[in-house]
C-alpha cells in the first residue's frame, strides 16, 4: 500500500448525543496505537453542531480531528435565527466542514450559496471538503461531467486557498444505497476533477480527492486499488467504531 497521506472523514450526519463519545474515544485509541496510521493518514470525524465543542473539551490525547457538516453562507455573527456561522464552528473546535453534501443541495444550496459558504469557511481556515456528483439519471444520460464541471466551476474560482480545499466525489445513486461506482468509472471521474481543477484554476498543485458513498469494510479493499483517490468520506459506516475501524484496517491489509 502507498506512503501517500491518505484521508479518512467520517460525516455522522443527523446521528449522535452525548453518549455516542465512546464511538469517538475508540476510534481515537485505535488510530493512536498505530504509528503508520499516524504518520499516513488523516482522520477526521464531522460531527453534528452539537457534539462538537463538548467532545473537543473531552477528548483530552488526540489524533482524531472534528468537522462541521456545514454552515451559514454569512459569516461571524447576526441576526440570523437559527444559523450558525463558519466562525461559529471553528470557535467550537471544528477544523474541517463539509460543504456541498447533495443532502444540502437536496434542501436547495445552490451552487452560488455553496461558494458563499466556501468564502466563509476558508475565512476562518477551515479546510473545506467540497462535494460533487451526479444523479442516476445524469448518469444515465450522460451528463456527468457537465454536471460535475458546473458544480466546480460555479463555486470555485481561482483566488482561492486551494490548499485548504479538498474535494469529495459523491455520486448521489451511490449515497447510502450500497452502490458503488466501477474502478474505471471512478477513475476517470477522479480524473476528470482534478485536470477540471488544474485547467481552470491554474492550479500548481493537483488536487485532493475523495470518493464518497456506501464505503464498507468490504469495498473499501476495491478502492485501494485506485491510486489517485486520496481517501474517503464515509457516512453510515462512520457511526459505529467497529465498522469505521474495519474499513481502515482492511485498507491497509
Ligand atoms: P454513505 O454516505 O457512506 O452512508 O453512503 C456518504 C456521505 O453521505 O458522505
Known sequence: MTNKLKYFIGNWKMFG????YKIINKINQFVL????LTRNSKIVMCL???????????????YLLFGAQNCYHKDGFGSYTGSVSAKMLKNAGAKY???GHSERREEGETNKIIKKKIISALNQKLIVIFCVGETLKEKRDKKN????KKQILESLDKKLNFNRIIFAYE???SIGTNKIPNINYLKTTISFIKKTCIK?????????????GSVNSKNISLFGLITELDGFLIG?????SKKFIDIINNYYK
Open 97 to 99: 466542514i463539509i460543504l
Open 145 to 148: 461531467f457537465f454536471v460535475i
Open 33 to 36: 496505537k498505530s504509528k503508520n
Open 17 to 20: 448525543d452525548l453518549a455516542s
Open 48 to 62: 453534528p453542531n452539537t457534539l462538537i465543542l463538548p467532545f473537543e473539551k473531552k477528548l483530552k490525547s488526540k
Open 200 to 212: 481552470n484554476f491554474k492550479m500548481k498543485k493537483v488536487p485532493k480527492v475523495l470518493y464518497g
Open 171 to 173: 455520486p448521489i445513486w
Open 236 to 240: 453510515g459506516s462512520s457511526q459505529s
